[in-house]
């Protein structure tokens, strides 16, 4: 079992940034990548950016650019770097954690608000 903690959410403007952090704990040899991904109200969620245990990424092409995934091996921890929001942005973001022998695990999510 992987249990993840999200945490740097809020409300920001337009143009601002934010950055979420994102702890794993539990069985987390098991993790072979983590990533972030969000979902706004009536839409599907989406995934946003990721990072193997090697440290490649990969970002939605909606984010290139402004979004940075990276990871502190000595925090645990695992952060989306978030600049130049936009009003688009705005949804509950989760971490996510994916294992190669139980799947999927997903943090309780942050919401994060940009106003125009």
């Known amino acids: 079992q992987v249990q993840l903690v999200e945490s740097g959410g809020g409300l920001v403007q337009a143009g601002g940034s934010l950055r979420l952090s994102c702890v794993p704990s539990?069985?987390?040899?098991?993790?072979?990548?983590m990533g972030w991904y969000r979902q706004a109200p009536g839409k599907q969620r989406e995934r946003v950016a990721a990072?193997?245990?090697?440290?490649?990424?990969n970002y939605a092409d909606s984010v290139k650019g402004r979004f940075t995934i990276s990871r502190d091996n000595a925090k645990n921890t695992v952060y989306l770097q978030m600049n130049s929001l936009k009003f688009e942005d705005s949804a509950v973001y989760y971490c996510?954690?994916?294992?190669?022998?139980?799947?999927?695990?997903w943090g309780q999510g942050t919401q994060v608000t940009v106003s125009s």
């Open positions: 990072i193997t245990k090697y440290g490649s990424t």
């Open positions: 539990g069985s987390i040899f098991t993790i072979n990548s």
């Open positions: 996510n954690a994916r294992s190669g022998i139980a799947g999927d695990y």
